[in-house]
């Protein structure tokens, strides 16, 4: 009885220490469509501004305020993967609509043990000032991480390391 009880532990330590630490990548990014909340600073929680700002310096409140006007309009902002697994990386294609830009059949990989990701968008110019910025940003991303409720794909811009924060579209 008392090597019944060794055994039981013994199998129980197995189960526990045989975790997998990779993403299960086909439940984060397929089965949804993900919205752009905000673009912020790497490393910080302060939301990226710069795109606002000309030349000068000056903030242009007026750009901001009409940016997130687009941003709370349904359908804009978004991104739906699809893909197939195989192993550790899934791949497939992504349809991505910023406002005026939409993109039907964008290729795109993503790593669950790396947690790089990638995805192929040529036209990043769009006619809002956010929407450009997303669809940069999307071009630029070099890595992801998140889970089945949140998104965050992680770029550089010139010196900057920025991230954009999703969350399940309703």
Do not use: P
Request: positive net charge.
């Amino acid at each position: 009885m008392k090597n019944k009880g060794v055994y039981l532990l013994l199998a129980l330590l197995c189960l526990l220490t045989a975790c997998n630490n990779t993403d299960d990548v086909q439940k984060i990014f397929t089965g949804k469509t993900w919205k752009l909340s905000v673009i912020k600073y790497a490393g910080s929680d302060k939301e990226c501004k710069d795109y606002w700002v000309d030349g000068q310096g000056k903030f242009n409140q007026s750009a901001f305020e009409i940016s997130n006007k687009w941003l709370m309009e349904a359908g804009n902002f978004t991104l739906t993967f699809t893909g197939a697994t195989i192993d550790d990386e899934i791949s497939g294609k992504a349809s991505v609509k910023a406002i005026a830009v939409n993109i039907n059949d964008a290729s795109w990989r993503a790593n669950a043990k790396s947690n790089e990701f990638a995805i192929g968008i040529k036209n990043t110019a769009d006619k809002d000032v956010l929407a450009t910025a997303f669809l940069k940003g999307l071009a630029k991303a070099t890595s992801y991480s998140g889970n089945e409720h949140n998104l965050y794909l992680y770029f550089t811009e010139g010196q900057q390391s920025k991230y954009m924060v999703f969350h399940i579209n309703r």
